[in-house]
Structures are given as structure tokens and as C-alpha cells.
């Protein structure tokens, strides 16, 4: 990598200005303290793009990189999503290369490492009772295979009631999130006052769904809580694009941290309740009970 002195000396050399590069560094200070506060407030993924673009604009942040790692880490534990196990990884690496002596590299890595033998420890024992398993596996499949067609009946129908819990449990974790996000919107309208048409058609459209809300069973509630998602989302750009203010900005990232957990959540849902639909699609007939559960399209 080449060293501050050589990139400002091949910028200028490109035809930037000393003053073209010093607003470009200023400006990668900024997005670093914004990718701090995304992290703060849990906006994980936010704050690993925004701390990203710091990097690119000067690739020797140290707290940029560390703020990378830090986020590439939490969405792995959060999300489970295995390419930013390797990220947090590379980068907590990169932080080493760039600053020998930084700590929180040493730590993450050292985190991830009680992940990978956790992993390894979790394979070995599949792989040593696996023989076993199988043994078991054949014996149970026999025994249901051998049972009257009433019983079988019966172990379809447990599936269904656990997949309907499974998605039950999700939308729970969804309602959740969905609960921080309406204590937030109300502090950001409030201080918003935005005189605009638009703004003012959402937020009476938002009330009419808000009070449809209370005298609806679960299915309308989620196709409902769609909707005002939506709503909500497009009112938070029209703030966004019309205020400026210290207060609203510090308010915004809060909601943006509770639209991501919803994304998140919702997802989850959405897995769950797709299970859920599979079975009763393929079994509905035979148990008209279990009806099929909507989608949570909200974002």
C-alpha cells in the first residue's frame, strides 16, 4: 500500500487540487464519525458501508478499518451470515498490517477463533455419532412407515401445528421491533414540521391504517403492518430530504436502526411462514384448520 505522502502525491499528480484533497479527507473523516454513530445505534450494516467509503476516500483510517471489523463481526453473530465471518476476519488483519499494536484486532480475532472451534468441536461430534444417528434414523422411518395411515396422519398434522408456531414465535419478533419503531416516529414527526401535501396525505393514511390496527386478527395485522411500513419509509425520506437539524439527524439513524431490525426480523418471518405455507399447500385438504399465513412485505 502506498503511504499518505505517495497517494497525495499521485491525487495531485491526476490533476486534483491541494484543496480537492484536503476536502477529500475531511470528507472521510466524516463518514467515519457517521459510520461510529450507525454502529452505536446497532445499524450494523449501515455502518459497515459507510466506514467502507471512509476507506476508500483514505485507505489509512485505522478507526475506519476498525469500525469495519467491529461491524463485519456483529452482523455474523446477528444474522449468521457467514461471508462477514471472513470479513471481520481479513479486516481485523489489515487493522494489524496498518497498526501493529491495535488491541481490538487481537481481540476480534481471538473471537472468531472460539467461533471456529466451536464449529469444529459441533463437526466432530456429528461425525462420531452420526453412524448411530443413522441406525436411528432407519428404525424411526421404519416404525413410521410400518404405522396405520391414521398415525401417519397425526405426525403431519404435529408438523403443521410446530411450523405455525415456529411462525407464530417470528411474528412475535417482528411485533417487537415493530413497537420501537412507533415510540420513534412519533418524536420524528414532532420534530420534523414539515409543511409539504405529501407529508401530510402519509401521515393521515398512517392513522387510518394505525386504527384499522386494533380491530384486526393476525392475518389482516401483518398484511396492515406492511402497508404502514411502507408509509413510515416514505415519510422518513421526505424528513430526510427536507432537514438538516442536529436533533432530527441523531433521530433518523435511530429509526433507520429500527427499520433495519424490522428488514431483519421480517426476513425471519418470512422464512418461517414459508415452511409453514409449504405444508399446509401440500396438506391443507386433509386439515382445513391451518390456513395459509401472509408474507410481511414491509421494509
Known amino acids: 500500500m502506498l503511504s499518505p505522502e505517495e497517494l497525495k502525491e499521485l491525487d495531485l499528480s491526476l490533476g486534483m487540487t491541494e484543496e480537492e484533497w484536503a476536502a ?6 466524516k463518514n467515519v464519525d457517521l459510520a461510529q454513530k450507525h454502529f452505536y445505534y446497532k445499524n450494523y450494516r449501515d455502518a459497515y458501508t459507510t466506514a467502507e467509503s471512509a476507506l476508500s476516500l483514505n485507505p489509512h483510517l485505522t478507526r475506519a478499518l476498525i469500525i469495519l471489523a467491529d461491524s463485519a463481526l456483529k452482523i455474523y453473530e446477528t ?3 457467514e461471508n462477514f465471518f471472513d470479513k471481520a476476519e ?9 497498526a501493529p499494536a491495535e488491541n481490538r484486532a487481537v481481540e476480534i480475532l481471538s473471537v472468531l477463533n472460539k467461533y471456529r472451534k466451536a464449529e469444529e468441536k459441533e463437526k466432530k461430534t456429528f461425525l462420531k455419532y452420526s453412524a448411530i444417528g443413522g441406525g436411528i434414523l432407519i428404525v424411526i422411518l421404519s416404525v413410521i412407515f410400518m404405522q396405520p395411515e391414521k398415525e401417519k396422519d397425526n405426525t403431519i398434522k404435529f408438523e403443521l401445528i410446530e411450523a405455525e408456531e415456529n411462525a407464530d414465535a417470528a411474528w412475535a419478533q417482528v411485533e417487537n421491533v415493530l413497537a420501537r419503531r412507533d415510540k420513534l416516529i412519533p418524536q420524528l414527526f414532532d420534530a420534523a414540521k414539515i409543511k ?3 407529508f401530510e396525505q402519509l401521515i393521515n393514511e398512517t392513522k387510518i391504517i394505525r386504527e384499522s390496527l386494533n380491530e384486526s386478527d393476525i392475518r389482516d395485522k401483518i398484511s396492515l403492518q406492511s402497508d404502514l411500513q411502507k408509509k413510515y419509509s416514505e415519510i422518513t425520506q ?10 432530527i439527524s441523531t433521530l433518523m439513524i435511530q429509526v433507520e436502526g429500527a427499520y433495519n431490525r424490522i428488514s431483519v426480523e421480517g426476513k425471519r418471518y418470512n ?3 414459508k415452511q409453514y405455507n409449504i405444508l399446509v399447500k401440500k ?5 382445513p384448520e391451518f390456513k395459509i399465513k401472509p408474507y410481511f412485505k414491509g421494509k
Open 24 to 29: 477529500m479527507m475531511k470528507k472521510a473523516e
Open 79 to 81: 444474522e449468521k451470515d
Open 90 to 98: 481479513k479486516h481485523a488483519k489489515d487493522i494489524l498490517k496498518q
Open 196 to 198: 409539504d401535501a405529501r
Open 238 to 247: 421526505i424528513i430526510s430530504e427536507n432537514n438538516t437539524s442536529g436533533d
Open 271 to 273: 422464512e418461517a411462514a
Open 283 to 287: 396438506y391443507g385438504s386433509d386439515y
